[in-house]
């Protein structure tokens, strides 16, 4: 009867054995699909975050070259508005000189030499002092749109190459992890 025992002791403690090692196998696969599904979560993540980087830096780099394109504009009507207003300069030097020779002429004084001369000639240098300020001003306003609409060009460059740069950094991070985790 011992030995019976003993036979049927041994089939069972096998038997157990066999079921201890098939569950660890179970759970060793079950640990293997699991770190799969992280791993390919985790690129996933990874490759959303690369994308939103990228985007993210376009769209600043979007709304950079749109403030640029706006400076531009501004130079161009910077211009158009001197340009008007050095018109308006000239209309107001002819209706002076206008005016002035019709002074001279009623005073009866001969509008080719002396004080309506001297008067005109007055008015025109004054005028082309104004004028000439009127222009230096434009052109300085003009080229600090310029130089702005320059600088923010160059600012969507720098942000579309640091979203890149940042987005293969988080590549990067990512391989590295995996590498890691052998």
Request: aromatic share 2%; hydrophobic share 40%.
């Amino acid at each position: 009867m011992h030995l019976a025992l003993a036979a049927i002791g041994k089939v069972v403690g096998s038997g157990l054995g066999t079921a201890a090692s098939t569950a660890a196998g179970t759970a060793s696969a079950a640990g293997g699909i699991g770190s799969t599904a992280l791993t390919v979560l985790q690129g996933l993540s990874a490759g959303i975050g690369i994308l939103g980087q990228i985007g993210s830096a376009n769209a600043a780099a979007r709304a950079s070259e749109d403030a640029a394109v706006q400076a531009d504009l501004e130079a161009g009507q910077e211009k158009v508005d001197a340009t008007n207003q050095q018109t308006q300069m000239k209309r107001e030097l002819m209706r002076i000189l206008g005016a002035n020779e019709v002074a001279t002429a009623n005073a009866g004084i001969d509008i080719s030499a002396g004080i309506g001369q001297q008067a005109n000639a007055s008015a025109k240098r004054e005028a082309q002092t104004n004028l000439s300020v009127s222009r230096n001003d434009q052109e300085f306003r003009s080229a600090l749109y310029r130089l702005r609409a320059n600088g923010l060009r160059r600012k969507a460059d720098s942000q579309r190459t640091a979203g890149l740069l940042s987005a293969v950094g988080t590549g990067l991070d990512y391989g590295i992890s995996l590498y890691q985790r052998g």
